[in-house]
């Protein structure tokens, strides 16, 4: 028995304003593929009496936040909201899986969830002779914890630097002193921790005078922008910031790159802050490139499982991944690359080609990458 | 009282005979007053106002049905355009589109209007001051033998309802009348007796309203055996500031701490023969909740339904507001009221979470649904109208002939016609009062023409 | 020869409504004693023939220049009792109600605050009272004509009434035929008859009718003058024409929402996705999609209404029906083919709706709980993703056509025609009407009236209602050949007025012109309203609402803001003090 207390959730998310349409529960990708109901979740917390139980619920830790449903709502109700209010109260009783545990540990102490060392931060960047931030410098370029650490994604934060040198952008990195911007922390349940790390951050860059931020992870993006107490910085993710050069001519692309290219909306560009088209329009900008849509474009993008803490977690159906799903769709799209614009995107679509042995015929790449090789 | 007409008409020329006083009737004869017409208006109760003046709120404006209603009420009563009967009936219509001949029968009030000034000195003194049941309030409230059905009674005249007060019931009331003794104005007259009044009408408006459902016809929701089980026009005169509880939510004095509301009942329904959409109920219990919510602080409001009808201007945005304050919508409609101890518990199945639920009450609230009056048949045959299969009168077409009936001239308004809500009613009212300007204005030229003529 | 109020005050009890919560008596002996009061009395109901007989016989006995009503909201009883003063003879504009009914007793509990506020507005009335001053009401004329803007079915029921009735009326149409939407419908509900042959009838009678002239691809330019009085231009194909009125019916109808607005329903990316007016074409003859007759029909509820997301809380009223007929239709010119209709709340509400709900379902249509959520590919099908909320899982339904129930919209022109007759809208973005209970047809532009969608979203019964509730309000100025003006209107001072036009600025009635020789600004009394914002507005408080002065309104302010809380002790009255025995 793991018994809450529904009627302050239901004030706190205004679950009286649901008229249990469906249309969450009917667009939710996770419940394509477990128990995972938002709209029942919802209904239960309004008819739960004495408690609801939390007991059994382990779907809860599905979720990937990709709020379809939050964004589909006729009532303004917000299911994901509800969900990680869900999620809290599991942490508030210590019920959490080991690897989240572990991940939520690492993050508190060494400034990221990979159990990586804060020194190794910067280790990335040490051969490209990047600026330290410091006042006056126009971006911040918040690189964040995984294309920091992840051998894969380092790759992006590299294509990522050579694009903004070649298009002569004022920007700084704060190096080792790089702390996790704690999007996944929120997701994950776990406000409080959450909430410190939103304050120390945003003593750091007030301190330091930033004014202007882009990011590789649309996550970070989402959560400096949406999440954290108003600040006065202006925060990009990296595709708008390109979309920009592009447009003003800064940035041009003297090779080619013959390839179709079909992109996948990273559900924290685009369900959640409404950006589809800059992405777009810097692949268009590439000489070369065809450029495909899969049927589940935009705000119909099909959800990696990437986000909402799931990197660290498997879920209640491991064996239907619904990254697997969409590298299908990228092929029967007639596409030769699959590109996006979000490392935790990048991670579950390579290993999905990879568990379905089509690396012959199928490449995941960043923007940021096939951006930095078509110059 | 009423002065010559001043204009159109001049008091010789066509009129209008609008059967029903309430908003509907109300607001025909006020359209056709203003544009130069007379009208005759014929209210069987002792005052106009109908069902609106029973009313608390209105949705989804929330304005208090009195407020907006008795205007109206004091413009027809006073118009010079308006020759109002109240406490009278249409007995006998002859005639044709143009040429109709009623016969008004005015009841005996036992009570001469032009002395009576509404002070209610009698009431006060008779001897069944509060033992009486006031249809007004749907049977929750007591009034004496002689009274006036709510304060703002139009026309202000006490009325003794020959049914109760013990001298027209047994011929001897005591050794005084206590009324008469009270009534300052000397207004109190045994002797009254009906009167008939014979009148013209170019046109015919029927505007004869609506009852409601009886919900012990269901007998598993258990009306009439727990008295905490009530309906939406009961909890209404409960709401009312003018009702036997001055507006507080109590059956017994205490607040009802949860209340469930279901709806439907007595509407969708074949198996009652009932199979049609009341239309109002849902919004009217949006409404009560609402209303609930607001006067009962930390009360638990349930409502259980099959379909949520907010399809008017402001409805769907009203029932967002409602369940905001917190009041919870249960899909699914209650199978049976039980006793549970000195708790009532509601059994249903909450279609949505898939399985049987039990909730438990201090009060019930049915929204029962519009049922033809009880009359509406002898109405029917009185007027040559067509009844439909639900038993409101039949208009001529339902897209496009929805005021006129299947007898040139007599013309449908309101609740009669089918189920309205207030709005609706009033648009319905108008049309059929244009349909009866076009028939006065025609009869009218060929009367002036007849004139001319001669 | 100075003015010497003589005012009679007259407290009601109202039954115990006043009278439980103010002691009455106490006001009256009170008001005796204040500057130009003859005689105060109290009574039960002041309203009542024999109340209203008091102040009769006062007026005449002790000759009474100025009356005081304490009792219930003007709104209630002004014109009852200024009908009884002109009864015998005194202006109605002298008289002044305190209103310590709705404003007082009904809001306080009982206590001696709460007669003392009593005695705060009974004081600032005969304040006020002191200074009124007698008006004159106006009759004007008006034309006996109307004009009709929008010739659908709304604006051509509306046109054909008042005609019927006996007045020459003009029908502004701007496309080229009549019949609006219902134009473009195949069959109605709930009798599923052909819709030409309903709207034939009624074309044929606009088009016929003597004293209605239609002018088709024709548009309202410009509209000047007040009720009873309209000037309005018309430009009618290269032509312009001028037209006068007595009533404008506006009946301009809606527009259908977009549903590219919901992306993830795929409209105008799947040909298999149209909305219910598509159908409507379509179904008039052979249903194919793709070439080939569909096997799986998908209708959505909802599109575009009850959205709060965008921007369209309301329910558009007619879909769900629109729905199940279009349904029955399917069934019918395609008996093989499955239907499913996915709905939040099934708003089959009017006379015959339930049991065609009945009969839809009976016929085969299958009806699921759910909101869709998305629409997807597979194959040469598309997928409708959606809750079943009754079973309590998510689903996916093949379908080869896919119907969206699109909402109604008020039409993309609102502002420019709302500009021209200076209406109001309602937070939906449809026309707003007076009163949304009691006064359905009715704007706050005196003369001007609503017919139809553009009110509001409704269905073909309603919308003739609604035609002909316009018709009748609008032919009251019309049979009665004339409109009372209101009395207490604006007044400028010349003396005082500089021209600068800030009033004329501020009066959304256009009441205020520039005098084109005298250089100040002139109030038209027929159409200024009496709000008053001109005279806040004016830098030189050169404008004055009659009946409500600067100096009487400051008269009210002096007594309620120097009151002095009076002592309950038995302080001789100098007038006649006076209450029921």
Request: hydrophobic share 40%; net charge negative; with cysteine.
């Amino acid at each position: 028995m793991l018994q809450i207390e529904a009627h302050p959730i239901t004030l706190q998310y205004d679950l009286f304003d649901c008229i249990q349409c469906g249309k969450c529960t009917g667009g939710c990708p996770m419940a394509m593929k477990t128990r995972l109901n938002p709209r029942s979740i919802i209904l239960r917390l309004l008819t739960a009496g004495d408690g609801f139980d939390l007991e059994g619920r382990e779907e809860l830790w599905d979720c990937t936040t990709c709020s379809t449903c939050s964004s589909r709502c006729p009532k303004k109700v917000n299911p994901m909201e509800t969900i990680i209010g869900l999620r809290g109260a599991f942490v508030e009783k210590g019920r959490v899986h080991p690897n989240v545990k572990t991940a939520l540990e690492s993050t508190f102490r060494q400034g990221n969830p990979l159990t990586m060392p804060r020194d190794q931060r910067g280790a990335w960047a040490k051969d490209l002779g990047l600026k330290e931030y410091a006042e006056g410098t126009e971006f911040l370029y918040y690189v964040g914890c995984t294309p920091s650490y992840d051998p894969r994604a380092q790759k992006v934060a590299r294509s990522l630097v050579t694009l903004l040198q070649k298009a002569g952008i004022d920007f700084g990195v704060l190096g080792n002193q790089e702390n996790c911007c704690g999007s996944e922390v929120r997701r994950l349940g776990e406000q409080g921790l959450f909430e410190m790390m939103a304050e120390e951050n945003t003593e750091t860059y007030k301190g330091l005078g930033v004014k202007k931020m882009l990011t590789t992870s649309p996550h970070c993006f989402n959560v400096y922008r949406n999440d954290y107490p108003k600040n006065g910085m202006a925060v990009q993710h990296y595709t708008q910031v390109l979309a920009g050069l592009v447009e003003e001519k800064r940035l041009e692309f003297s090779g080619k790159l013959e390839k179709t290219i079909t992109y996948h909306d990273p559900c924290y560009l685009g369900k959640h802050n409404g950006i589809f088209d800059e992405p777009r329009a810097v692949l268009a900008a590439i000489p070369g490139a065809t450029l495909v849509e899969m049927d589940r474009s935009r705000q119909k993008s099909l959800c990696c499982e990437g986000g909402g803490g799931r990197m660290w977690l498997e879920g209640t159906n491991p064996s239907v991944r619904l990254a697997q799903m969409r590298v299908k769709e990228a092929l029967e799209a007639g596409a030769q690359v699959l590109a996006t614009a979000c490392p935790f995107c990048l991670l579950t679509l390579d290993e999905a080609v990879k568990h379905l042995n089509a690396e012959d015929r199928l490449q995941v790449l960043d923007i940021a990458e096939l951006a930095a090789q078509a110059l | 009282m009423n002065e010559q007409p001043t204009h159109g008409s001049n008091g010789r020329g066509p009129a209008a005979l609008v059967i029903g006083g309430g908003i509907a009737g109300i607001q025909a004869s006020l359209d056709i007053a203003e544009a130069g017409f007379r009208v005759h208006l014929v209210e069987r109760s002792p005052s106009i106002g109908g069902r609106m003046s029973q009313l608390d709120k209105t949705f989804p404006t929330l304005d208090c049905s009195s407020c907006i209603l008795t205007p109206k009420m004091v413009d027809a009563g006073r118009h010079p355009n308006i020759d109002l009967y109240t406490y009278s009936e249409v007995v006998q219509v002859t005639g044709e589109a143009g040429d109709f001949h009623a016969r008004i029968r005015v009841k005996p009030r036992y009570i001469d209007p032009e002395k009576c000034h509404g002070c209610g000195l009698c009431a006060e003194a008779c001897r069944l001051a509060g033992r009486i049941s006031s249809d007004f309030n749907a049977g929750m409230g007591k009034r004496a033998a002689v009274y006036v059905p709510f304060p703002q009674a139009v026309p202000l005249v006490y009325t003794v309802d020959p049914e109760a007060c013990v001298y027209l019931t047994r011929g001897v009331c005591g050794k005084t009348f206590k009324c008469k003794d009270a009534c300052t104005a000397g207004a109190i007259d045994f002797d009254q007796k009906e009167v008939f009044v014979d009148v013209d009408a170019a046109t015919i408006i029927n505007a004869t309203g609506f009852d409601v459902f009886d919900p012990s016809l269901r007998p598993e929701l258990g009306y009439g055996v727990y008295p905490h089980v009530i309906t939406s026009l009961e909890f209404e005169r409960l709401a009312s500031a003018s009702g036997p509880t001055a507006g507080k939510i109590t059956l017994d004095g205490t607040l009802p701490k949860k209340l469930v509301f279901i709806q439907c009942v007595g509407s969708r329904d074949r198996s009652l023969n009932l199979p049609y959409c009341s239309r109002v109920c849902c919004m009217a219990v949006a409404k009560q909740a609402h209303l609930a919510h607001d006067r009962i602080p930390g009360a638990e409001i349930t409502v259980f339904y099959i379909d949520i009808r907010a399809f008017g201007k402001g409805f769907e945005e009203f029932y967002d507001r409602v369940r905001h304050e917190g009041v919870l919508y249960r899909r699914g409609n209650p199978s049976e009221v039980l006793r549970r101890g000195d708790r009532l518990v509601v059994r249903a199945e909450d279609t949505l979470l898939g399985e049987p639920v039990e909730v438990e009450a201090d009060l019930v609230v049915l929204a029962v649904g519009i049922r033809p009056r009880a009359d509406a048949q002898s109405v029917a045959e009185m007027l040559g109208l067509a009844l439909d299969e639900n038993g409101f009168f039949q208009e001529a077409h339902p897209k496009v002939g929805i005021v006129e009936s299947n007898r040139p001239g007599v013309l449908l308004a309101g609740c009669c016609q089918g189920p309205k809500d207030i709005p609706d009613t009033v648009a319905h009212a108008k049309a059929a009062a244009s349909a009866a300007l076009i028939q006065m204005a025609q009869t009218q030229k060929v009367m002036a023409t007849a004139h001319a003529a001669n | 020869m100075t003015f010497t109020p003589r005012i009679g005050v007259y407290v009601c009890h109202c039954g115990i409504n006043i009278a439980a919560t103010v002691d009455v008596g106490a006001v009256t002996q009170w008001a005796a004693g204040l500057p130009g009061v003859v005689v105060s009395r109290d009574y039960t109901y002041m309203c009542s023939d024999p109340g209203q007989a008091l102040i009769q016989n006062d007026i005449r006995e002790l000759g009474l220049n100025r009356v005081v009503v304490a009792s219930c909201s003007p709104r209630m009883h002004e014109p009852t009792f200024r009908a009884a003063v002109s009864a015998v003879d005194l202006n109605p504009y002298c008289f002044e109600m305190a209103n310590i009914r709705e404003q007082c007793s009904w809001v306080h509990p009982a206590a001696e605050t709460t007669t003392q506020k009593a005695m705060h507005l009974v004081g600032s009335a005969v304040a006020k009272a002191a200074l009124l001053q007698p008006l004159e009401q106006r009759q004007a004329p008006t034309t006996p004509a109307a004009l009709v803007i929008g010739g659908g079915i709304a604006g051509m029921q509306a046109a054909l009434d008042i005609a019927d009735a006996g007045f020459e009326v003009t029908l502004v149409e701007r496309t080229s035929s009549l019949g609006g939407h219902v134009g473009l419908l195949h069959r109605t509900f709930p009798t599923l008859e052909p819709t030409a042959d309903l709207l034939g009838a009624i074309v044929e009678r606009a088009t016929h009718h003597e004293r209605l002239r239609v002018l088709t691809e024709a548009e309202v330019t410009a509209v000047g003058g007040f009720v009873g009085n309209f000037d309005v231009d018309i430009r009618h194909g290269h032509e312009k024409e001028k037209v006068k009125v007595g009533a404008i019916i506006v009946a301009s109808g809606f527009d259908v929402f977009d549903a590219r607005r919901r992306p993830e329903l795929g409209y105008g990316v799947y040909p298999e996705v149209i909305t219910t007016p598509e159908f409507e074409q379509l179904s008039q003859s052979e249903v194919k999609i793709n070439g080939r007759e569909p096997k799986n029909v998908v209708f959505i509820q909802c599109v575009g209404s009850r959205d709060q997301a965008l921007g369209h809380p309301y329910c558009s009223r007619v879909c769900c029906m629109v729905t199940a007929k279009q349904a029955r239709l399917v069934r019918e010119r395609l008996p093989n083919a499955r239907v499913t209709v996915f709905y939040m709340d099934v708003r089959a509400f009017g006379k015959g709706f339930e049991e065609f709900y009945d009969a839809t379902r009976q016929a085969g249509v299958l009806y699921r709980r759910g909101n869709p959520s998305e629409l997807i590919r597979r194959g040469d099908r598309v997928v409708v993703r959606a809750e079943d909320t009754l079973l309590g899982e998510p689903v996916e339904v093949e379908a080869d056509l896919v119907i969206l129930a699109v909402g109604m919209a008020p039409r993309a022109d609102t502002d420019a025609l709302a500009g021209l007759l200076k209406l109001a809208r309602s937070s939906d973005g449809f026309f707003m009407e007076a009163h949304p209970k009691l006064r359905p047809v009715d704007t706050a532009m005196a003369g001007i009236f609503l017919a139809g969608a553009c009110q509001g979203p409704k269905d073909i019964t309603e919308t003739i209602a609604q035609a002909r509730a316009a018709a009748a309000t609008a032919m009251i100025p019309l049979m009665r050949g004339e409109v009372t003006v209101e009395a207490a209107t604006s007044v400028v001072d010349e003396e005082l007025c500089a021209g600068c036009g800030q009033c004329a600025s501020i009066c959304t009635f256009g009441a205020l012109t520039l005098h084109p020789t005298k250089g100040v600004m002139v109030s038209n009394a027929v159409l200024c309203q009496g709000c008053g914002a001109c005279a806040t507005a004016c830098p030189s408080g050169a404008i004055n609402v009659r009946h409500f002065t600067f100096d009487q309104v400051m008269a009210q302010i002096n007594v309620v803001s120097d009151f002095r809380a009076p002592v309950f002790s038995a302080a001789p009255a100098e007038a006649e003090v006076a209450s029921p025995s």
